[in-house]
């Protein structure tokens, strides 16, 4: 039976100004921000595990790493300082831990304490947000004048797992590896592992490296894919010139245009794209491999996220004969293996599922203005971060072309301005109200499997701004650091000022 339990006294529910759902690398960015810009604004963050680091906690598959540089994917105003660019995940869940201690950060955190529901009331201008602990089964009630998702955008308890006929006949060891099995020991083994992502490109080199027998990664269809040194030779040599603090700016620069520049020449030239991939693969690859088979995809770079190669890690072991490339489908899976569409078995002790993730929107929460539910995918984003018509609610949602922490900060940073906003004008509650002359358009233009499967349960963008998305850091840094907070969209209101229509008896929460 659920107990019920309210912080504070007298039985008032306790109150924050900010309430920031999440304690991965989004939610302790923003910490940061209320701390330096809005210094007088109390907040708490409610993270449903029982640690920091969101996804570089939760995943433990072998060779977790970053697919951006940690140059970008590092905080704004946290150097990274270690000589590697391209990071593992455990040197990844260091950094964020480190950022939260140092800045005291860690004393705020609520651990299991999972968001279950939150109710915006007008005419106070607070949410209350219902959560239950994880550990106890307790539930907890806070209000808030403002709740900051730093959820992120998948989810954690399920993962995308097609069904495969025969899967039962299969005798040796089958999981997604969103669950790597912690005490698996695959030495000497042969292993299968499906699909062509980043998870895949990450688990079937370092496999290899560490002992099995024989990795085979089993795609559908390839991914574009390029290398690059794990170690940033030239960064290095700025941070011993110019010390940490500057050489991380000027790295980091240098990084977010070459990326744009990269993304804009895939965009406008996608068959020029293709060759210096394709020249790029050719050197790295065995002679008269058959990279138009394996690394040759139907659609454009960048219609999809691509995929890195530390060190050329994946052609290495390739090249090794370790590790092998196979683009076919399943037919079925055998007792002792998996057999393909083309009629051969790929002999296996461990098939790995390495299938895609399951998105989600704000972490499934259910959310509501004045007792009555809001269906968050069908509203129009305002600034990737705010839904238009729904007050006091901001998210952190990154770059699908670059690293997700660059739009994080620019979004933590325009929080405390409208906080900073609504203090300076006595006002408590900031709404973006939607435009109907605006377009909608989807809000990811990417082709790949997690987003076409997710494309229900995702919000709109607009055809312009404030309420188009510009998946471009130099134009987004202007826009959230520069623009006008007051833009003719967003309106301010005091909270007894709001006309509301009646609350009927029962409050609308699913």
Known sequence: MLKTREHGDGGAPQHVDVLIVGAGLSGIGAAWHLQRHSPDRSFVILEGRQAIGGTWDLFRYPGLRSDSDMYTLGYSFEPWTASTAIADGPSILNYVNTVADK??????????????????????????????????????????????????????????????????????????????PEELDFRAKRAVVIGSGATAVTIVPEMAK????????????????????????????????????????????RNVLLQQAFFQLARRRPDTMKRMIRKGLLKELPPDYEVDTHFNPAYNPWDQRLCLVPDADLFGEIRTGKVEVVTDTIETFTAEGVRLKSGRELPADIVVAATGLKLQLLSDIAFSLDGVRQQLNEKMTYKGMMFGDVPNLSYSFGYTNASWTLKADLIATYLTRLLNHLRDKGAQIANPRSQPDVAEIPFLDFTSGYVQRAKSILPRQGDRAPWKLHQNYALDRIAFKLGKVEDGVMQFARADAVAVPPRSLTREIA
Request: aromatic share 14%.
């Open 210 to 253: 560490a002992g099995a027998a024989h990795v085979t990664m089993l795609q559908r269809s390839p991914t574009y894919m390029v290398s690059r040194p794990a170690v940033d030779k030239v960064a290095n040599g700025l941070r011993r010139m110019l010390g940490d603090k500057a050489s991380y700016s000027v790295v980091r620069w």
């Open 103 to 180: 800045h005291d950060i860690r004393r705020h955190i609520r651990f299991h304490h999972q968001v279950v529901s939150a109710d915006f009331d007008r005419r106070t201008g607070r949410w209350t947000v219902e959560a239950k602990r994880t550990d106890t089964d307790e539930a907890v009630t806070l209000t808030a004048n403002w709740v900051h998702m730093c959820s992120g955008y998948y989810n954690y308890r399920e993962a995308y797992l097609p069904e495969f006929a025969g899967q039962e006949q299969f005798t040796g060891r089958f999981f997604h590896a969103q669950f790597w």
